[in-house]
Structures are given as structure tokens and as C-alpha cells.
């Protein structure tokens, strides 16, 4: 079984409680969200679908996320295929690694595979998802 983490100091509570039960933690964290509000990370207007895109922030993000979790994101593999926009199409069966890979070799890429990551990541029905986004005080 698997747990996946969102969130800032909910990891440390989460951590220790992980290690009691002997799981294997699938991590990842978002730093505050000021730093995704406040310009000071790079971002780009999208006219299309009417948001701003930050694609430097996400491909960052898919970076930590698989340099913390490599081992366990290359048994996990896409139940579908997968069409990012602006790249091809990844097939039923990729690990989610090599889909990282895609989505930080083309900057631009990023955040439409930081979406998709999260949607499979979403549909894997046998992993526990938990998110808490309260600040550590």
C-alpha cells in the first residue's frame, strides 16, 4: 500500500506514522502557496482555457517529486493513454517516470504532465491519497 502526502508539516506527522506501519510513502509536497500567488515565480497566460500556466514551478515540482519517489514511480505505470497537451501521446503501460521524464525534458510541457501525474495519480484506486493544507504553526 501505498500514501501518498501533500501538504507542509502534516509530512512529519505523516512520516512517523508511515514508518510505524512499515508503508513506503509516496511524497509529494507543495511549498506555501504565496510562492505560486505573489509573481515570484515565472508564469505565462494561457488564452485558451483563461489561466496563468507557471511552467519553470511545475517542472521543478515533477523533478523533486521523482527524484524523492524513483523507486516507486517506475512500478506505477499509466492505466491509460495519455495525451499531454503540446507533446504526444504516452501510452497505457508507461511508467510514471519515463512520464516525468517528458514532462521535464520540454519546460512548456510541465504543467499539462504535472496535471496528468496528479489525475492518475487520482484514479489509482489501490493508493491511499491524503492532502492537508493547514499551515504548521
Known amino acids: 500500500?501505498?500514501?501518498l502526502i501533500i501538504g507542509s508539516c502534516f509530512i512529519s506527522h505523516m512520516v512517523r506514522f508511515v514508518v510505524q506501519l512499515a508503508w513506503k510513502p509516496l511524497i509529494l509536497r507543495f511549498p506555501p502557496v504565496t510562492d505560486t500567488?505573489?509573481?515570484?515565480t515565472s508564469y505565462l497566460y494561457e488564452p485558451r482555457t483563461r489561466t496563468y500556466l507557471q511552467p519553470t514551478y511545475a517542472s521543478q515540482t515533477l523533478q523533486k517529486f521523482s527524484a524523492v519517489n524513483s523507486q516507486l514511480l517506475q512500478s506505477l505505470?499509466?492505466?491509460?493513454d495519455t495525451p499531454i497537451e503540446g507533446r504526444a501521446t504516452i501510452p497505457k503501460g508507461t511508467p510514471l517516470t519515463d512520464l516525468?521524464?517528458?514532462g521535464t525534458r520540454d519546460q512548456n510541457s510541465a504543467p499539462a504532465?504535472?496535471?496528468?501525474?496528479l489525475e492518475i495519480l487520482g484514479k489509482q484506486a489501490e493508493y491511499v491519497a491524503q492532502h492537508d493544507d493547514r499551515s504548521c504553526h
Open 1 to 3: 500500500m501505498l500514501l
Open 37 to 40: 500567488v505573489n509573481s515570484s
Open 77 to 80: 505505470k499509466t492505466l491509460e
Open 100 to 102: 516525468i521524464t517528458a
Open 113 to 117: 504532465t504535472l496535471s496528468a501525474l
